[in-house]
Nanobody, 127 residues
């Protein structure tokens, strides 16, 4: 399993932006990467995912048009750019990896399909 470490979270005012990073201990080129978020007491929620080849990206409706996921396999890093943040985006954000040798496939959106997770990074949006 690949080990993942998120960074970039913090406190931001509504309307602001943040960029989250997810760095891997090994090569990410054979993994689809997903971003999820969780508020205490609620289930983990899918945010975005990018396939191992970088050619297929999926967003949750709640973040579409505001968040952008990208990756650089040479750097073993995935980013999530968060724009136009609202207090409803406050959560712990996690990146997760799904092993796949099929770089053209659409990445999964279910958390149960990801088997490597980072420790999470807190994003807090003040009103």
């Amino acid at each position: 399993q690949v080990q993942l470490v998120e960074s970039g979270g913090g406190l931001v005012q509504a309307g602001g932006s943040l960029t989250l990073s997810c760095a891997a201990s090994g090569t990410l080129s054979t993994y689809h990467l997903g971003w999820f978020r969780q508020v205490p007491g609620l289930e983990r929620e899918f945010v975005a995912a990018i396939n191992s080849g970088g050619g297929a990206i999926v967003y949750a409706d709640s973040v579409k048009g505001r968040f952008t996921v990208s990756r650089d396999n040479a750097k073993n890093t995935v980013w999530l750019r968060l724009n136009s943040l609202t207090p409803e985006d406050t959560a712990v954000y996690y990146c997760a990896a799904h092993p796949s040798p099929f770089s053209w496939k659409v990445p999964p959106t279910g958390s149960e399909e990801y088997d490597s997770w980072g420790q999470g990074t807190q994003v807090t949006v003040s009103s």
